[in-house]
Nanobody, 115 residues
């Protein structure tokens, strides 16, 4: 069984930065899309950012210009650099890795933006 593990969450003041990372317990072949999603209390899970095998990225309008998704050197590793954080960014952030044959999710890492 493949497990995705997120790390890097925590408590940060508004305007601060965090870097999230996600890695797989075992290599996953033919990943088409890697992404980050988040879920705030009382709200539905929403897309934050995705990156394709060829490096094309997509971002939610709410994070454009502030967040950057990237792939790491290790296989099935993805990062999310979050700058200029706002209280509205507070949520549990989930890593996702997808292909037509599978859809893996991590357990999530908490990000709290507060003074």
């Amino acid at each position: 069984q493949v497990q995705l593990v997120e790390s890097g969450g925590g408590l940060v003041q508004p305007g601060g930065s965090l870097r999230l990372s996600c890695s797989a317990s075992r290599s996953i072949p033919s990943v088409n899309l890697m992404g980050w999603y988040r879920q705030a209390p009382g709200k539905q899970r929403e897309l934050v950012a995705t990156i394709t095998r060829v490096g094309n990225t997509n971002y939610a309008d709410s994070v454009k210009g502030r967040f950057t998704i990237s792939r790491g050197n290790a296989v099935n590793t993805v990062y999310l650099q979050m700058n200029s954080l706002k209280p509205e960014d507070t949520a549990i952030y989930y890593c996702n890795q997808w292909s037509p044959a599978y859809n893996y999710w991590g357990q999530g890492t908490q990000v709290t933006v507060s003074s």
